[in-house]
Structures are given as C-alpha cells and as structure tokens.
C-alpha cells in the first residue's frame, strides 16, 4: 500500500509539475505580449497616433502616422503605393506582423487621405518625398539598428531613392513588387502583357488611350475586369477585401495623375515619374534588400529578381500565385518570405 501511495504521490507531482511548467510557459508569452503591446504614454492616449510636422519648400504641414507593437530591434515602416492612395491597403499585415512581435508603422505619405493634402502640384516630386521620409524616419526615433524600410508599387520607387541617399540609416530595405525603371515598366506592359489580353477588348481600351478619354466609365470598366484581375489583384472585383476598396476610394487623383499619369496601362503623358530609372545605381545600395515580384505582377518579376542581384546584399521573393498586390492573392507566401528576411537580419543570419 505505501508503494501504490508512494506511485500516486509520484504521479501527482508530476502532473503538477507540468502544469506549472505550462504556466509558466503562458506567462512568458503573456509577458511577452504585454512587453510588444506597452506603448509609451502619448500612444496610449492616441491608440500609436501622430500628426509629424513635415517641411517643405511650400512650408510645414502634417503627416498621418499609426504605430502598432514595440519592438526595440525590428521596425518597419510601410510605404504606400499609388502614388497618392493610403496605408489601409497593408491593413492585412495586422494578421501577421503583431504574431511575430514586428513592429510596424502606417503611414500617409502628404497628399493621402489622412494627411494635409495641399493643392500646390509642385509638391508631388520624388526628391521632396524623399526628404518628407527621413523627416518622418527621424519622428519615429527609427534608426540604422532597428529601421526597416517596407515600399511597394510608387513605395518601391520612393524606397529605393531614399535608400540610395539615406541607406545609413537603414538596418533592412525592402522593395515589393516594383522594378528600377518606368520605362522597362512600360515596355512590359506594352509587350508582355498587353498581347496576352483579348484582342477585341485590347482594341477598345487602346481607343479610349488614343483619345486620352481616360475618365470615360467604359474604359475603366474594362481595364477593372481585364487587366487589374489579371494583374493587381486576382481576385473578381466584388470579392476584394475591404481595405482594398476603401484605400481606391480615398485615393488622391491630383497627386496619382501628376506623377504616375492618367493611363491605367503604363505611366504616360508628363507624368514626373515616365523617366525614372536607377537601374546603373543598384550597386551602391548595400544595405539587406529583399526584393518580392509575382508571376502575374503588373512588372516583369525577372525584373525584380534581377534587382536582387545588383544590389550588394540582395535576396529575391518570388509569389508564384500572386499579382501586384500578392499581400492579398497570394498572402502565405508573401508575408512567410517577408518576415523571413526580416528575422534574418535581425539575428545576424542574412
């Protein structure tokens, strides 16, 4: 009897054991946890909100800026595409990056919708932009030991510029789904692309593009449902997701028109952006860059694989099932490759 007492005892104890052990366990995440999500006192009180005074050669004006998670060694802050269009379109990253204890950084870039939007045109240059970041790089406290540097689309442009210029202050850059010429860009579209579409409906977008008739509601019809579901989100048009269609709605067409164009097809007429092209520069960036393409990418993603080789410390991300906005349409394998590299760096083993 005192040996079957003896065994229970035994058995007890160690059932107690792993409870403990599992307490302990949630405790540390708990801790964890609250450690990520403890904000300093004024983003307490704003929910990680801040208007950033921004200068400019048409005077000061504020920025729009939301801070999620804490996390001393790995910071991203997240440049909109458009240009002219919102960071609600990466609200998707709040599935992912909180799990792995990234923090991050939303941001409208001037002329967005939560930001001043200002009626002078002048201000809608890439070089002005570039200098509107490092503002709100030195806002933010992000620094060469924790600054990320996320840009897609016209973020990928913007991001690349900034980093050819203010690449000592980067700790990782990342550049998604955008290649390092507009007129590569162009020729993709009018060589690759453009010959894969029905040739009816080719032949009555390309009118509307002959009479630059481009607010006409039949050529965006037929750009939406032929070429944007093909290649900016692969998804039919009434089941993209909510930010999707809530950042489209508050884009800002001054700033999008000024320098990507009117054309839904490449970037044409006096858009500031129809030259741009670093192609020759990519060897002086030495900063980790990852670069993400798609196989149905409004770019060429052997384009962007390319990038990745240039640079002096480059990895390539392709999302095989993905188009222009791959966060979305092919979101695993995007957001698996993205903190990845991320962690990578971090730890020293990139």
Known sequence: ??????????????????????????????????????????????????????????????????????????????LHGGPGVTHE????????FPLEGIEYYYYDQLGSYYSDQPKDLSLWDLDRFVEEVE????????????????????????????????????KGLIISNMVASIPEYQKYSDEVLAPKMDPEVLKEIMSYEEKEDYSNPRYMELIVNNYYTEHVLRMPVDEWPEPVNRTFKHLNPDVYVTMQG??????????????????????????????????????????????STEVKNGRFLLCPNGSHLSQFDDQKVFFEGLIDFIKDVNDGSF
């Open 262 to 307: 009117p054309s839904e097809f490449g970037i044409k007429g006096d858009a500031t952006l129809k030259n741009w092209d670093v192609k020759d520069q990519l060897h002086k960036i030495t900063v980790p860059t990852l670069t993400i393409g798609a196989t149905f990418d409004t770019m060429d993603p052997e384009h962007m694989k390319w990038i």
């Open 135 to 170: 503002q709100v790089r030195v806002a933010l406290g992000l620094n060469k030991d924790n600054f990320y540097l996320y840009g897609q689309s016209w973020g990928g442009i913007l991001g690349m510029q900034y980093a050819l210029k203010y690449q000592e202050n980067i």
């Open 1 to 78: 009897m005192r040996n079957k007492l003896f065994i229970c005892w035994l058995l007890i104890s160690a059932v107690l054991s792993c409870k403990t052990e599992t307490k302990n366990i949630e405790s540390g995440q708990e801790i964890s946890k609250t450690k990520y999500l403890n904000y300093p006192d004024e983003d307490k009180f704003s929910g990680g909100i801040k208007m950033i005074p921004i200068s400019t050669p048409k005077g000061e004006f504020k920025v729009w800026t939301k801070r999620v998670g804490n996390n001393p060694d790995m910071k991203v802050l997240l």
């Open 89 to 96: 379109i990466y609200e998707c990253f709040d599935g992912y």
